[in-house]
């Protein structure tokens, strides 16, 4: 992306530094729909990063993001994981200095207040000792809180109030009401003569450790990214001129003859041209069995060649590889919000106000009605409330679960394009199937072959693909395949020709020979009487016969048939076990959809529907009150994906039909429906997990921080103690979300 205006189908992703809570979040956010031709703009606080979509230039929306205290970095191509994943380091290692110089001030301060090794306030000695510690805390204020007090007075400045609001109000008063104790010491009760400095350097040093960590622990969310990312080879043989050059990835074109040699990750998309290989495509799968490559087959970016070398012609290079797809889907859906985080996000914009307001009355009913020294409980009080408020956790609870679940959805060949699906899945009770190419293998085989008398099954698949060689018909290819697979030579033929909607006819060793379907037996006048109750039972079988008469006579069958993949029928099971129902939505007839069920263990079907009457079924369902699942090939299911509560396109990695779904899968195994259903569950379950905690955290730490407990328990908390029981809990929800990583 460079900076000029980029049209509303080009996302433009954004690095946002500054961003320290969820109400950070809406203030990205409004900053940047602020700016003229701004369509929408959606900001994940777990990986600090926004996409915009809409005509703009980049170089504006980074000037709205420093106007509202925020810094930016445009993110190009599928690389940047790696200089974003620097950025969080830096930001780590100076988030650790921070909290290093915050706390070698105020670990000894709060030892020596602990043990009364400190000068009293009002002494001479104490005005020295306390002048000095003052100077070095306002200094420590700078360099560990600087960026606190910032980003406070530009929230300030838009009349917006945020974490940094707090954490500014908090230990900025601190220090404020210490230095005029240093002076006005006499002035005070007796039990009020306390300096806080070490509660204000303590604050920040724990805030900034915890921001650290989980700086670090967020980084581990990525890691899907980081790996996919590594999955693109540097560096390619091109062949020009008879010549082969390594040269930069990004150097290659289209059209270029690419050499890949065993054991090297292929550099872009492409055919083979020439040689032949095994391929582990587990990346783009999940499965780990290698795939057998020969000429004119497609390859893809990022997949392994184990064993042999090929020449490959390049299809799709940079951004528009499969690769580049998976990666810009994967961020996509984690930088997306499901309808749960948006109840975080209007919560985080009412939540700061309030908590400034709690502290408020808190500090005015400690200094009405509070023992003595009113005061000094009342500043204590409220700074506490202001410090263990802070709204991190609230802001972490979804898009660190999303982050991980989508990764980890994407490491088993599952590509989730919006958190909303991810939050929908898991809650599917009906799952309407495809046939073709979904609950079948979506590629004719040969079932069977049969001769009379003397024609055995050997010569009757030699004749038949004798014929087939010369024809066009997706079957002719199936005959072919079989008689490659027995090692059967096709027959040679002569005078061949297609009869359009019945077969082919063609002459062997001076004979008249036919291949069709019955109707041209009967065109023909060919007694099928022998055949009639064999054909009966493989068309009930759901299989398409083809005869083979010779001068008049039927002398064998062949019947092909589009077979059940290994695993549809394991995976169905798996889904009616759950209590889903499950549905087979096909354009076939009545006999074929019945028995394509009937193996596969589907109880209902809809046969003889139009592609664009299957939407119509998916509606009749939801209308039932139905939550429904699509499940497609993605692009003539398209009508009814969209129209389901959650579509899933399923297909190979080359065809993933990524604009038709919510959900693609990239290989072509039914098994991963019911595992997307299940981390949808999974994610779902820790995202309610993760907001239990945060909300339970500030439900039961304001009150208490408040002084609730005081009256009946003396239990007051202090403000260093409010400091680290924040931090933590934003350590504690990254660390729940990255459970999803075992599952």
């Given at each position: 992306?460079?900076a000029?205006?980029?049209?509303?189908?080009?996302?433009?992703?954004?690095s946002?530094?500054?961003?320290?809570?969820?109400?950070?979040?809406?203030?990205?956010?409004?900053?940047?729909?602020a700016?003229?031709?701004?369509?929408?703009?959606?900001?994940?606080?777990?990986?600090?990063?926004?996409?915009?979509?809409?005509?703009?230039?980049?170089?504006?929306?980074k000037?709205?993001?420093?106007?509202?205290?925020?810094?930016?970095?445009?993110?190009?191509?599928?690389?940047?994981?790696?200089?974003?994943?620097?950025l969080?380091?830096?930001?780590?290692?100076?988030?650790?200095k921070?909290?290093?110089?915050?706390?070698?001030?105020g670990?000894?301060?709060?030892?020596?207040?602990?043990?009364?090794?400190?000068p009293?306030?009002g002494?001479?000695?104490?005005?020295?000792?306390?002048t000095?510690?003052s100077l070095?805390?306002?200094?420590?204020?700078?360099?560990?809180?600087g960026?606190?007090?910032?980003?406070?007075?530009?929230?300030?400045?838009?009349?917006?109030a945020?974490?940094?609001?707090?954490?500014?109000?908090?230990?900025g008063?601190?220090?404020?009401?210490?230095?005029?104790?240093?002076?006005?010491?006499?002035?005070?009760?007796a039990?009020?003569?306390?300096?806080?400095?070490?509660a204000?350097?303590?604050?920040?040093?724990?805030?900034?450790?915890?921001?650290?960590?989980?700086?670090r622990?967020r980084?581990?969310?990525?890691?899907?990214?980081?790996?996919?990312?590594?999955?693109?080879?540097?560096?390619?043989?091109?062949?020009?001129e008879?010549r082969?050059?390594?040269?930069?990835?990004a150097?290659?074109?289209?059209?270029?003859?690419?050499?890949?040699?065993?054991?090297?990750?292929?550099?872009?998309?492409?055919?083979?041209?020439?040689?032949?290989?095994?391929?582990?495509e587990?990346?783009?799968?999940?499965?780990p069995?290698?795939?057998?490559?020969?000429p004119g087959?497609?390859?893809v970016?990022?997949?392994?060649?184990q064993?042999?070398?090929?020449?490959?012609?390049?299809?799709?290079?940079?951004?528009?590889?499969?690769?580049?797809?998976?990666?810009?889907?994967?961020?996509?859906?984690?930088a997306?919000?499901?309808?749960?985080?948006?109840?975080?996000?209007?919560?985080?914009?009412?939540?700061?106000?309030?908590?400034?307001?709690?502290?408020?009355?808190?500090?005015?009913?400690?200094?009405m009605?509070?023992?003595?020294?009113?005061?000094?409980?009342?500043?204590?009080?409220?700074?506490?409330?202001?410090?263990i408020?802070?709204?991190?956790?609230?802001?972490?609870?979804?898009?660190?679960s999303?982050?991980?679940?989508?990764?980890?959805?994407?490491?088993?060949?599952?590509?989730?394009?919006?958190?909303?699906?991810?939050q929908?899945?898991?809650?599917?009770?009906?799952?309407?199937?495809?046939?073709?190419?979904?609950?079948?293998?979506g590629?004719?085989?040969?079932?069977?072959?049969?001769?009379i008398?003397?024609w055995?099954?050997?010569?009757?698949?030699?004749?038949?693909?004798?014929?087939?060689?010369?024809?066009?018909?997706?079957?002719?290819?199936a005959?072919?395949?079989?008689?490659?697979?027995?090692?059967?030579?096709?027959?040679?033929?002569?005078?061949?020709?297609?009869i359009?909607?019945?077969?082919?006819?063609?002459?062997?060793?001076?004979?008249?020979?036919?291949?069709?379907?019955?109707?041209l037996?009967?065109?023909?006048?060919?007694?099928?009487?022998?055949?009639?109750?064999?054909?009966?039972?493989?068309?009930?079988?759901?299989?398409?016969?083809?005869?083979?008469?010779?001068?008049?006579?039927?002398?064998?069958?062949?019947?092909?048939?589009?077979?059940?993949?290994?695993?549809?029928?394991?995976?169905?099971a798996?889904?009616?076990?759950?209590?889903?129902?499950v549905l087979?939505v096909?354009?076939?007839?009545?006999?074929?959809a019945?028995?394509?069920a009937?193996?596969?263990?589907?109880?209902?079907?809809?046969?003889?529907?139009?592609?664009?009457?299957?939407?119509?079924?998916?509606?009749?369902?939801?209308?039932?009150?139905?939550?429904?699942?699509?499940?497609?090939?993605?692009?003539?299911?398209?009508?009814?994906?969209?129209?389901?509560?959650?579509?899933f396109?399923?297909?190979?990695?080359?065809d993933?039909?990524?604009?038709?779904?919510?959900?693609?899968?990239?290989?072509?195994?039914?098994s991963?429906?019911?595992?997307?259903m299940?981390?949808?569950?999974?994610?779902l379950k820790n995202?309610?997990?993760?907001?239990?905690?945060?909300?339970?955290?500030?439900?039961?730490?304001?009150p208490?921080?408040a002084?609730?407990?005081?009256?009946?328990?003396?239990?007051?908390?202090?403000?260093?103690i409010a400091?680290?029981?924040?931090?933590?809990?934003s350590?504690?929800?990254?660390?729940?979300a990255n459970?999803?990583?075992?599952?």
């Open positions: 992306m460079t000029t205006a980029a049209d509303d189908r080009t996302p433009i992703r954004l946002v530094l500054g961003m320290r809570c969820a109400g950070c979040v809406q203030s990205v956010e409004d900053a940047l729909k700016v003229a031709g701004v369509e929408t703009a959606e900001v994940n606080f777990g990986d600090h990063t926004a996409v915009v979509r809409g005509a703009v230039d980049p170089a504006v929306l000037a709205a993001l420093l106007d509202a205290g925020y810094d930016g970095a445009v993110m190009e191509g599928i690389e940047d994981a790696g200089a974003q994943e620097e969080e380091e830096q930001r780590y290692h100076d988030l650790m921070k909290a290093l110089v915050a706390g070698a001030l670990i000894p301060l709060m030892l020596g207040a602990h043990l009364n090794w400190l009293e306030l002494t001479p000695a104490g005005t020295r000792f306390w000095l510690v070095m805390t306002l200094g420590i204020l700078y360099y560990a809180g960026h606190f007090f910032r980003g406070a007075l530009k929230s300030f400045q838009h009349r917006q945020n974490m940094d609001t707090l954490i500014a109000l908090g230990t008063a601190a220090w404020f009401y210490s230095t005029i104790a240093i002076d006005y010491a006499a002035l005070l009760p039990a009020a003569k306390h300096a806080y400095f070490e204000a350097v303590i604050i920040l040093a724990f805030i900034n450790f915890g921001q650290a960590l989980e700086t622990a980084g581990k969310t990525s890691s899907a990214i980081r790996e996919l990312v590594g999955l693109q080879p540097r560096t390619a043989r091109v062949v020009r008879g082969e050059l390594d040269i930069p990835i150097d290659v074109g289209l059209e270029e003859t690419v050499r890949v040699r065993s054991g090297e990750k292929i550099p872009v998309d492409g055919v083979v041209l020439e040689g032949h290989s095994s391929v582990d587990s990346m783009l799968t999940g499965e069995m290698p795939v057998e490559k020969a087959e497609e390859v970016a990022g997949t392994l060649n064993s042999g070398t090929f020449l490959l012609k390049t299809t799709r290079i940079g951004r528009d590889t499969v690769l580049a797809q998976i990666i810009a889907s994967v961020r996509q859906a984690q997306s919000k499901p309808e749960i985080a948006r109840l975080a996000d209007r919560i985080a914009a009412v939540f700061v106000p309030a908590v400034v307001a709690i502290a408020v009355v808190a500090f005015l009913i400690w200094w009605v509070g023992p003595d020294p009113s005061f000094g409980y009342a500043f204590v009080a409220a700074m506490t409330v202001l410090v408020a802070c709204p991190c956790a609230l802001g972490l609870a979804t898009p660190i999303v982050m991980v679940g989508v990764g980890k959805a994407a490491q088993k060949g599952i590509l989730i394009r919006n958190g909303d699906a991810l929908t899945a898991g809650k599917l009770d009906c799952i309407v199937l495809d046939k073709t190419g979904t609950v079948t293998a590629k004719p085989t040969v079932a069977v072959v049969e001769g008398d003397e055995s099954e050997q010569r009757v698949l030699g004749w038949a693909a004798g014929l087939e060689k010369g024809s066009e018909h997706p079957l002719a290819a005959v072919l395949a079989a008689a490659v697979a027995k090692g059967v030579e096709p027959a040679s033929v002569d005078g061949f020709a297609a359009p909607g019945y077969g082919v006819e063609g002459r062997i060793d001076g004979q008249a020979v036919l291949l069709g379907n019955p109707a037996m009967r065109e023909r006048a060919v007694d099928g009487g022998r055949f009639e109750q064999r054909l009966a039972e493989l068309t009930a079988l759901g299989q398409t016969p083809m005869l083979l008469a010779v001068n008049g006579l039927l002398v064998g069958l062949v019947t092909v048939a589009d077979p059940i993949k290994p695993d549809s029928k394991q995976a169905i798996r889904l009616k076990s759950a209590g889903v129902r087979m096909t354009g076939d007839n009545e006999v074929t019945r028995a394509i009937e193996a596969a263990g589907i109880d209902e079907i809809r046969a003889q529907v139009l592609p664009a009457d299957k939407a119509a079924v998916v509606r009749v369902l939801q209308d039932q009150g139905a939550t429904v699942g699509m499940v497609g090939d993605g692009i003539n299911d398209a009508p009814a994906l969209a129209q389901a509560n959650v579509g396109a399923i297909g190979t990695g080359t993933i039909a990524i604009e038709s779904a919510d959900v693609v899968i990239m290989a072509g195994s039914l991963k429906v019911p595992e997307a299940h981390l949808s569950q999974a994610t995202i309610k997990q993760n907001f239990f905690g945060a909300f339970l955290y500030n439900a039961l730490a304001i208490v921080a002084g609730l407990l005081y009256p009946m328990f003396g239990l007051l908390l202090n403000p260093m400091g680290a029981a924040m931090a933590m809990s350590v504690t929800v990254v660390t729940n459970r999803l990583r075992w599952l």
